[in-house]
């Protein structure tokens, strides 16, 4: 894997999926969803210390039936029942600022039905940095859904895990080659720094 070149923070952008209160609570793999945070934190700090954009990303729900709800085999993981009050608040660790872009989603993908792609394109942002919970969910369908709009990707991924192994490796093994570049927060914070 070659290095990372520079990545320029008025062209890139952070986006975080779904480090909430409700999905932080599942049991991640193969990072703990504790370390995935630890490391989203180290990349909102960098990203917001340089000036770049970033984008904390929720789903939520008024009623649950703002959500997709397709005929399917398996009932949703979460977003049926009573949820908690604080469920779609962003997890205190990343400390949301002013400077921020909270987008609110119904469905899995970040894109889809909110203003991301407005809100980048109006910043000249043409690269993102993608990260959350959960890889297979939330982070590849957001991931399949800026390629489609032309994106530059790099994902961080010792900031992101799945709900399985199996789950996270298809992500990181199959698809994510294809549409954008792996690597570690480390190497991440190392380009945006150059």
Known sequence: ??????????????????????????????????????????????FREKGAFVVLVRVASKDGKDMLRPNADEAPRWGSGDRPKDASEIVPEIGVTDHDHVVTKHQWGAFYGTDLDLQLRRRGIDT?????????????????????????????????????QEEHDYVLKQIFPRIGRSRTVDEIIDALSK
């Open 1 to 46: 894997m070659a290095n990372l070149e520079r990545l320029n923070p008025h062209t890139t952008a952070l986006v975080v999926i779904d480090l909430q209160n409700s999905v932080v609570a599942l049991n991640g793999v193969p990072y703990s969803t504790k370390e995935v945070v630890r490391n989203a934190v180290r990349l909102v700090n960098v």
């Open 128 to 164: 993102i940095v993608l990260c959350g919970i959960a890889t297979g969910y939330g982070v590849d369908t957001t991931a399949r859904e800026a390629y489609q709009h032309g994106y530059n990707q790099v994902f961080a991924v010792d900031a992101m895990t799945g709900l399985s």
